[in-house]
């Protein structure tokens, strides 16, 4: 196992219901990694085993070769793994920029003696945010929530980056302008883990994609063969499509 991020056969299950199943992938240092698969299929929960908001009852998941399955989730995070969540959740009654720098101060940053303000700066202007600084939170638009909840993960240092529908509610316009920015960040080295239902927005700019379905892998491979994968039409979009 050499990849940045590994997982190595990992189960993880509540009671009957399934949502790791001998699960295994690897990410690379500056690689987007897009996942797709139906409501259920176990993306979340995959993204909470790398994070540690869950813990397999099998398996490993390993960090630049260091074994983190126990590690709890704010070591994890001052380790690199940063992420985002499907629903924004800033705090509303904060200035942007106080929300980025809760970030660092508590996750990566703080770990590593940085300089908590530059490293909320520097987040802000790799999101477009720089000149939203002083506003409240909870005043944004939803396009400045999902880059805010973006910048906050930046402002961590991350090494991997963990995206979860990050797109979902966008227009296209939108969604253009936010697959630029993810495409900056893979430029500087993250490797990248996104989650998405808006498949046009995946194939635009990952370089691997992998399919799931009930906590296993489907398919894993070149992104539009993944998506033509019979199996893959039929599990997840129930029809063939093009792609």
Do not use: C
Not at 91 to 109: C, D, I, K
Not at 149 to 163: K, N
Not at 168 to 174: A, K
């Amino acid at each position: 196992m050499t990849g940045l991020l590994e997982l190595d056969d990992v189960h993880m299950s509540f009671g009957k219901v399934v949502v790791a199943d001998a699960l295994s992938l690897s990410l690379a240092p500056g690689e987007i990694l897009g996942v797709v698969g139906p409501n259920g299929a176990g993306k979340t929960s995959m993204l909470n085993l790398i994070t540690g908001n869950l813990v397999p009852s099998r398996g490993r998941v390993m960090l630049d070769g260091t074994d983190v399955t126990r590690l709890p989730v704010h070591v994890r995070a001052r380790l690199g793994i940063g992420r985002t969540h499907q629903v924004p959740q800033p705090f509303g009654g904060m200035s942007v920029f106080e929300n980025v720098l809760v970030g660092t101060m508590y996750a990566g940053q703080a770990g590593r003696g940085g300089d908590h303000v530059a490293a909320a700066v520097d987040a802000l202007r790799k999101t477009d945010l720089i000149g939203r600084a002083n506003l409240l939170a909870g005043r944004l638009p939803l396009l400045d929530r999902k880059r805010l909840e973006l910048a906050r993960a930046l402002a961590t240092g991350p090494r991997v980056l963990l995206l979860d529908e990050i797109a979902g509610g966008l227009t296209e316009p939108e969604v253009e302008r936010l697959v630029g920015t993810i495409s900056d960040i893979r430029d500087g080295g993250i490797g990248i883990i996104w989650i998405e239902h808006l498949v046009s927005a995946l194939l635009s700019v990952v370089d691997r994609l992998v399919a799931t379905n009930l906590g296993r892998v489907l398919a894993d491979g070149e992104p539009r063969a993944v998506m033509a994968s019979r199996e893959v039409q039929s599990v997840y979009l129930g029809a063939e499509v093009i792609v």
